[in-house]
């Protein structure tokens, strides 16, 4: 019926009063209650059964827009009037709202309200609203408890998330830090203690897998061992601190010299013993008289020169580890014999 007027000539042979009768009686079959709004004057006409909806007498409230402000929830009302004002300024098709009604005793009831122009003037002015109100109450409030519900589940699920990723994170930290710890410990059983380079133990370790290495592969390997030469000298005449002291400077010396593939321990006392993986017997020795020379420049403040004696032997396939080192033994035994030397076994 929008965009003209209800007239004689909508529904022919029938006056306007009939007319109007029947679309009350046409709406009144739809919907709860019905209210006619005279643009022109602000006078707002409401059905029996609009007020018998809300618990009022009949045309027990004023008959025009401001009754709204009376009746719409405090809460739905500047949500109602915005759907209202866009179907007056033409930005919205049709005008619907859901919403809070008072009733007489003061509770709020949920309606649908639907309303259209039936009536234009001369330059296409609304003159005339006519609109339809359902008591929607029950549904309404089965929807938001719904809804209620929903939500109530979302952040349930949110806070189970969220615990599950807090526990998740927590047995994540708690793994690396028993990982942390298992590597502390792997490193510290395999160090020694003074110097801060492998010890005896982790050395074993990794002439056994450069031994199958070689077995498997071919990849040449050599080994250094070199002793500290009168070394006793220097712990009875200075002390064990000053002994001490030599050894980690020693160490850190010879570290410089190497690479991070070579493994470099403490085999005891004042020895120790380095491996060498993808390096022949004459890099071996040369490696050896460069250390030599090394040791010999170390100022530990000594009123003697620090020298070494050296022994260097290559891994051999048919050659089991143990063998290996006891004939490296026995080369820096013969070293010794000779003092500040280099000895190929």
Known sequence: MEGRKITDSTYPGASQEAVERTLRFALEIVSDGIWDWNIRTDHVKRSPGWYSML??????????VATWHEVIHPDDFERVMRGFQAYLDGTQPLYAEEYRCRCHNGDYLW???????VEFDEEGRATRMIGAHRNIHE??????ALQQKNQELLELNRT?????????EALQQANRALAEQAALALRLSETDPLTQVANRRCFERQVQAEWHRLQRHGHPCALL?????????INDRLGHPAGDRVLVAVAEAVRQDLREVDCFARWGGEEFVVLLPDTDAGAALSLAERLRLTLRR???????????????????????????I???DDALY?????????VVC
């Open 298 to 324: 170390i100022d530990a403040a000594l009123p003697m020169l620090l020298i070494a004696s050296f022994a260097v032997g290559a891994m051999c396939p048919g050659e089991d580890p143990v063998a290996l």
């Open 326 to 328: 006891r004939r490296l």
């Open 225 to 233: 061992m070199f002793d500290l030469d009168h070394f006793k000298r």
């Open 160 to 168: 189970l998330e969220d615990l599950v990723a807090a526990r998740t």
């Open 111 to 117: 309606v649908s309200d639907h309303g259209r122009f």
């Open 139 to 144: 549904r309404k409030l089965a929807e938001l």
């Open 334 to 342: 013969l070293a010794k014999q000779q003092r500040d030397c280099v």
């Open 55 to 64: 618990g009022y007498a009949v045309d027990g409230l004023s008959e025009n």
